[in-house]
């Protein structure tokens, strides 16, 4: 079936406002319970300023079961408690809610792995000066490991448009929905192609914007 391009690019339009949408409301609220949750599991294991095994076990066996499960499946599986918190399992909003779960489980195993990367000599020397935990987690632990830290989320922030589109295709909506709704069902291969081009264009401009903070932050 052809698509009127004179009136569908404004469809076009909207649909990549979700998916922006989408990927930002995601990457601002999993960042900080990603942030939080990755900084818990750093200090909290063996040695750590606050070591917790209880605490420990119990977020690494939380990230340990989530990060795996490929994300069309866990969009499914947690619909139930999108439906309870979100009131709905169709749209932007039920969309963003388990793409938040999935993302800050990966951020903060991205946070624990940059900041187990810290020279503990560090660590200790802010100790021996007498530094507060809160001084030497903000100090020296997150300003030594902020540069590979935004490499990082650059990660994840692709990934997002990936999870956006596959959350598109169960009824999401943005790009992924437009790709399924007009181009799939109705086999128009021009509809499939401009959506991916816009994809690989939004995975592009993550990319570069995370190469170039990161870049600015290490030369510092």
């Known amino acids: ?77 947690v619909s139930p408690m999108t439906r309870m918190v979100v009131g709905t399992t169709i749209g932007i909003a039920a969309a963003i809610f388990p793409m938040i779960l999935v993302a800050a489980c990966a951020i903060a195993r991205v946070v624990e792995n940059n900041l187990m990367s810290v020279d503990p000599g560090m660590i200790e020397a802010a100790r021996a000066l007498g530094a507060t935990p809160l001084q030497i987690i903000t100090g020296v632990l997150i300003r030594e490991a902020l540069g590979p830290l935004i490499m990082g989320l650059t990660f994840i922030t692709v990934a997002l448009v990936d999870f956006s589109a596959v959350a598109g295709m169960v009824g999401g909506g943005g790009l992924g929905n437009l790709a399924m709704t007009y181009g799939y069902n109705r086999f128009n291969t021009s509809v499939m192609v401009v959506t991916v081009v816009i994809l690989i264009v939004l995975v592009q401009l993550a990319q570069h914007a995370g190469n170039y903070f990161s870049r600015r932050i290490m030369r510092r």
């Not at 999993?30 to 818990?40: F, K, N, P």
């Not at 599991?41 to 977020?59: I, Q």
């Open 1 to 77: 079936m052809k698509v009127d391009w004179t009136t569908f690019w404004q469809t076009l339009l909207v649909a990549t406002g979700e998916t922006l949408a989408m990927v930002l409301v995601t990457l601002l609220f999993a960042s900080v319970l990603g942030i939080s949750l990755g900084l818990l599991l750093f200090l909290s294991r063996a040695g750590g300023l606050f070591e917790s095994r209880v605490l420990f076990v119990l977020l690494n066996l939380v990230i340990n079961i989530v990060r795996p499960v490929p994300f069309i499946i866990f969009l499914v599986a």
